[in-house]
Structures are given as C-alpha cells and as structure tokens.
C-alpha cells in the first residue's frame, strides 16, 4: 500500500513547471538536488537563483518522521503550539527506547514494561494530531521510512540526523532538531542555508567482498567528519545505477558522518524495483511520467566540475572493504594487512568480542541475506564464531521476510543472538555491562554508521570498527580485526584450512516481501476528544514552560566549561541509559556536558565552581550558577555538536541558563538548534582566541544590543587577575533568527502568531 500517494501526486504535478522555471532563471542544467530544492520552495515557483552557502530559504517539506526518543520532546512542543493537527504527512517510531541484552522477545517485552508510559503518551498525542504511529518493534525509523515513505524527488525532515537514509529512493531528506519539526507541523515555512553541492562520480562496479558500506566508508576518509558540511552529496554514475536501493541508503544513511546536509542518487531502476517490491506500484507508475525530472540533467553529470562546488571519483572495480574507526567513523582502514600494521601501532586489541548487524544502516533484507550467505559457508566448512554475533533487523517486515526464508536461522546455527527490530546498541541501547565504566579494552566490528567512545556500550575501552555487514559475519568468524577474507584462511573444526567464499545474497526477496502485523496505527481522523494525560510527578514527562528571552544585556557571565576536543552531541547529552528521560527536560538536563572534556584539567564532568572555587559535576555547577541568577558561557572547539540531531543539547544548557556557545567551528544541526532554542551560538572570528580563555574567565557582551545579521558580536573577557582581552565572535544568524532570540525561542514566536 502507498501512504499519502494524494499528496505525491501532487508534489509531482508541481515538479516540471518549477524544475523548468528553475532552469531558466539559474540559466543553467540542474542537480537532482538543485531539482528537489527548487520544487519545494516555499513561495512556489523560482523568482531568484539562490547563491550556495550563503542565502538562507525557506522551504516546504513533504512530510515528518520522528523517533520515539527524539519525538518526545518535538511533541511536547507541538502541544505548545495552538494546532489541531499537523499540516503535513508526519510519523512517529519506536525505535530507540528498546534495549538489546537477551534477546527479541524478552527485550522488547522489557522494554513495554519500562517504556510504557512514553509509548502511551506519543501513541495518544500522535491520535489526537493525525500522525501515524508505528510501535515498538515495528521496526528502525529510517528502514520503515525506505519501505513506506520515501518517495523519488520528495523532500523530508526528521528529527534524527540519519533521516538521510531516505536519498536512497532519490529523496532530499535532512536530519533536524524538534523545533524545526514543530515549524513544519504547525504550518510554518522551514528555513535552510542553500547547500553547497558535492558529487561523488562512481565508476566500475561493486563486486566480490567490497559492498555500498565500503564507498561510504572511502568517502568519509576523503572528506573527514566535517568535510560535507554545509553540502549535498549527490552521486551518480555507472557504479550508482547499478547499485541495490537499499545499498543506496546505506551510503546516504552515514553521509551524517561527515557533516552533510544529505545525500542522494537519482532516479533509477534500482529505486522503480524496491517501490514496486514494496507495495508502491502507484507511486513507482507516477515517478516514471517524469522520470528526467527526477534525476540531474544529463550535462550535469557528462561535465560535474561545472555544476558542483567539489567532485569526488571512486573506481568501485579498485575500492576495497573498509574497516573505519576507532572512536570516529573517518579513520579509514583497508582490509588485512592494513589494519594489522595500524592495529600494532596504535596498540588496538586484534582480537574481536563482537559482531553487530543492523542499525538504519545496514539491516535490510538485502544486507541480512548477504551477511547470512557467509554465516551459511561457516556451517558448511565446519567454521565456528571466535566472537559473540548480535542481528537487528531493520523492519518487521524485513524480519518476518528473513525468518521465512531461512535467513535468520542460518545465523541462529551459529548461535547468533537475533535482537528486536530497534537500533540497540547503535545508540547505547545496549546492555553489555553492568559496569561499563570499568569494563576491559577490547574491540568490536559492527556495521552501523557512529563509533565515538562509548556509543555503543557506556565502555570508554571498546575500541568500535564500522563494516559491511558481509565483513562484519567474516569477521566474526574469524575472530580477529585484521582478517582478509579475500586472502586469508582459516582453520575449521577438523583442523582442516579453509576460505571464504565472496558472499552473495538477493537484492530483493524472490518471494516477495511479507508480514503479519507491521505495526503501523493510523491516527483518528477526528482527535479532538484525544485526552494526552501527563502525570505531573512523572520522572519521564515533564510538560514544557516556554524559555524567557536571555535579553540583549549579558554582563558578568562565567565560563562553564572549555570543552577539549571533539565535543559531539553524545557528550554534550549522552544516549543510552539517559533515554528514558528524553520527555522530562529538568531530569535529563542532570547530563548536560558530563562527557565533555574539561580543557584544564584534561577530565569529564569535572568542572571549578566560580562561586566557590571547589570543582564538581557540570550540571550541578551550573545549577548553582543558574539558582544565584548568573548567565554562563560554554566554550569549544572544532565541529562542537557533531553527531545526532538530539535537540536536547541545546535545550539542557538553555534550560539551565547557559546564554552563549562560542566555539571554533559548529555542525550544522547544533547550530540551528541552538538558534531555535533562543540561545547564542557563536564562533571565535580568530580561531586562536580560544587560547585565550581561562578558567575562572567572566564574559562581557559590548555590543548584544546592536545584534544584527553579518555584524560580528565583541565580547569582553574578563581573567582573575583583572587583564582583558577583547573577542570577535562571528555568528550566521539572519533577521528572522535574531527574532527567535529576541522572544525567548522559535517556539515562542510560533506560539505568539498563532495566538
């Protein structure tokens, strides 16, 4: 069945009339982003070619997908709102809130029982605001999303930073924080920087051990984490078109690793047989009347150097398996002896505890069959597992479809743990440790798309190594992190020396696609006697009180924190156990910044009290800043937020009274939702005036009340020994933003013109 095939027949009506007239007044061939971008401008047909990187737009989404931690507190804020029901198509997935330790059924029937609460609440906001609601063990937000929602030329948010698995099926779709969610629920135009382009030329063919994993994990080597950053990454070429959708998803899903706004491929083959394989004939017949629209133009692609800002070519005939970590996904390593030399250097355990697949990166039917044709080999060769095997499938679909095939008792023979259809341990949803903070150092090969410290098990020794799923199984075979299945051997139960052959595996099932119960709720289409009951002394919920505006006077304001290093959202607001607490701002706000690393002292959580000059807990510090009325300053350095799209970063410092975020550089998602959340999120015009802070510095605004777009902010700083220095801060705030700040928040602004 197509969800909402109304509302794609009439984004579809609109794309040639736009596309044609974004032709004309750019004077140029287009991009298949600049297609989708032009065709969802918010004041409908183009009147102006938008400068890249610079002009900020406003933009009309097609639809929203949330997932049930991040859902939370966009639906609180929703409420907020003054709507009845949201504008456009949106959804909300129970995805996060489950964790894997024992197995499918036991772990999801855990999760019911801990979790019940918040499944109620976003299951009777979702009926009483038309959203469509998929419950826990339905499946992960971004494969349900491939399998229902996306559609070639759309354009989506969501608030997850993997929201751009969707590019896989040609789609324009962006991680977001929850208040830019709200905007579009509630009607509002979405505002985004026009992104520059990048596009990634694939030549040759995948084949053999090397699969689609392994393009991304070449690309983030090439552009770093931050490298896209501010950019679309567009791929084409022979080695896109003769690529598996799913495939495609999977390189657009951790294009989020290396900061871009997202990524996608054009309309394709590939995408025709996945629509119509998954019960979307309809929408793969109307996709195919403009199929040219839904793709670049054709000199786009014959001369990319005139038409992107940076081109990339990958031979996918040279491209060998990747292993990319560990602690960031862009330290990429080939293959065998590679990762040997790497591993001895750098002191790496060699030896692997765990094998993980699935994640909204790779845990479609195609990557279970794929990874299952190896685990098949080692019980036909006499091969055991040296590392334990952990499987989460993407969908219940894709379960129900794998276990009727065999898949999954294939990997059951090798004693493999099948986990829910949830992310698990992707997102520190798993319960590997009773004390993970003391656990051993040890590695592990997974196939989902972030390996940060901790990520995946609260452990700070787990040393996490990102794969194909296919590698993932060989590896966990073998037991050993540098293993070349390509060249290597291995020896079996009867002390016999065997290989492995090239895995193989079905695009689509032969059978087709099937299940039983999806676990898809459609809303009432009438929700007004909806009640939404938050118990007031819930530890879970909290309804929101909206933020009072910081003013344009900050005088005096102390340093909370110079964070060291990389600083991503997971260490400004931790995952895993923290979860439960996403719906209750002041409870969850007790992890604020726990994981940065203090630039003085070198430690987390760990910070000087100014008032009292003892050092404690970061939260607790800034609550007594924030109890004796005084404003902070956190302090960081390069790409500071990178990681998730959780808006909880952003909102545990606001609620807690940090007024300004100055640091060297910001991710693109934190950025907007500091914005949105009424606070300043500044950068050092001279980087090396991060030098320059000290520990018990205090903070001057000169000029806030002169805030204005492109006119810099002078900071006075303050040092114990009565010196100043004089900062120069740099902002990308525009008119409409500053508002933001200027009544409290975006939300506020929202509120204040509905009222």
């Known amino acids: 069945m197509a969800f909402d095939i109304e509302m794609i027949k009439g984004v579809y009506s609109k794309v040639v009339e736009r596309v044609d007239a974004a032709r004309e007044i750019t004077g140029k061939p287009l991009t298949l982003a ?45 409420m907020q709102a003054g709507k009845n029901k949201v504008a456009v198509p949106t959804t909300v997935h129970c995805d996060h809130l489950i964790q894997a330790k024992v197995g499918a059924d036991k772990d999801l029937q855990e999760a019911l029982n801990s979790s019940n609460e918040v499944f109620n609440f976003l299951e009777s906001v979702s009926n009483k605001y038309g959203i469509g609601f998929w419950k826990p063990g339905a499946g992960i937000i971004h494969q349900v999303v491939l399998e229902n929602y996306a559609f070639p030329g759309g354009m989506m948010i969501g608030t997850d ?26 009607g509002m135009p979405w505002e985004l920087k026009f992104p520059k382009l990048i596009g990634v030329k694939l030549t040759g063919k995948l084949s053999g051990w090397t699969a689609p994993k392994d393009v991304i994990l070449k690309v983030a080597g090439i552009l770093t984490v931050k490298g896209g950053t501010g950019a679309i990454v567009e791929y084409f070429g022979e080695g896109a078109t003769a690529m598996s959708c799913t495939g495609k998803g999977t390189i657009c899903n951790m294009g989020a690793e290396i900061g871009a706004t997202t990524s996608t491929f054009g309309y394709d083959e590939s995408m025709e047989r996945y629509l119509r394989a998954t019960g979307r004939n309809e929408v793969a017949d109307e996709a195919n009347k403009i199929k040219d629209y839904l793709t670049a133009d054709a000199e786009v692609y014959a001369n990319p150097e005139l038409y992107f800002d940076q081109v990339i070519e990958i031979n996918l005939d040279e491209l060998k398996p990747h292993l990319n970590g560990p602690f960031t ?39 279970l069959s794929r990874a299952a044709s190896i685990a098949q080999q080692a019980i036909d060769k006499g091969l055991k597992t040296k590392a334990e095997f952990g499987i989460n499938p993407g969908s219940e679909q894709v379960r129900y479809t794998a276990d009727r095939d065999g898949i999954l008792e294939v990997f059951e023979k090798l004693d493999a743990k099948i986990f829910t259809n949830a992310c698990g341990p992707c997102i520190g949803q798993w319960g590997r440790y009773e004390d993970p903070k003391n656990a051993p150092k040890n590695s592990i090969v997974h196939s989902f798309n972030r390996n940060f410290a901790k990520r995946a098990d609260g452990n700070p ?29 291995l020896i079996n139960e009867n002390g016999e020396e065997v290989k492995l052959d090239e895995p193989t595996g079905w695009e689509l099932p032969i059978k087709g696609f099937a299940v039983e119960d999806a676990g898809y709720i459609a809303p009432n289409e009438d929700g007004s006697n909806v009640e939404v009951i938050v118990n007031p002394d819930s530890e879970r919920l909290e309804i929101l009180t909206p933020f009072e505006p910081i003013g344009n006077k900050i005088e005096g304001a102390k340093l909370l924190i110079k964070a060291f290093g990389k600083c991503t959202t997971d260490h400004i607001s931790m995952a895993g156990p923290w979860l439960r607490y996403r719906g209750h701002l002041d409870n969850i706000s007790n992890n604020m910044l726990i994981g940065a690393v203090n630039a003085f002292n070198k430690q987390t959580n760990f910070v000087k009290n100014q008032l009292t000059g003892e050092y404690d807990a970061v939260p607790k510090v800034q609550r007594e800043y924030k109890a004796n009325g005084i404003k902070t300053i956190v302090v960081g350095d390069h790409n500071y937020g990178e990681g998730s799209s959780r808006e909880h970063a952003a909102m545990e410092p606001r609620h807690l009274g940090v007024a300004a975020v100055l640091v060297k550089s910001f991710a693109r998602i934190h950025e907007t939702n500091l914005k949105k959340q009424g606070m300043l999120g500044l950068t050092f015009a001279n980087e090396a005036d991060y030098d320059l802070i000290q520990e018990d510095d205090t903070f001057n605004f000169l000029d ?19 010196s100043k220095d004089t900062i120069i801060a740099n902002h990308t705030y525009n008119n409409g933003q500053i508002e933001w700040f200027k009544e409290g928040s975006a939300l506020n602004l929202i509120k204040k013109q509905n009222a």
């Open 161 to 186: 930073s993997h929201t751009v698995n969707a590019g896989g099926l040609g789609m324009v779709a962006i991680g977001v924080g929850g208040a830019d969610a709200v905007d579009v629920m509630a």
């Open 329 to 367: 996904p862009d330290l990429a390593t080939e293959a065998g002896k590679d990762m040997t030399e790497k591993a001895k250097t750098n002191d790496w355990p060699l030896q692997v505890e765990w094998g993980l697949i699935g994640s909204c990166t790779n845990s479609s039917y195609e990557d």
């Open 704 to 722: 806030l009340d002169q805030f204005a777009p492109g006119k810099p902010l002078t900071i006075e700083v303050v040092h114990a020994d009565g």
């Open 461 to 489: 020794n787990t040393h996490a190594f990102v794969a194909s799923p296919e590698m993932v199984a060989a590896i966990a075979i073998a037991g050993r992190l540098d293993f070349n299945p390509i060249t290597d051997t």
């Open 34 to 78: 600049e297609k989708i971008l032009y065709t969802h401008l918010w004041d409908g047909k183009a009147t102006k070619a938008f400068e890249r990187g610079k002009d900020y737009v406003d933009f009309a989404p097609d639809r929203i997908a949330c997932q049930d931690a991040t859902a939370q507190m966009a639906l609180l804020q929703f």
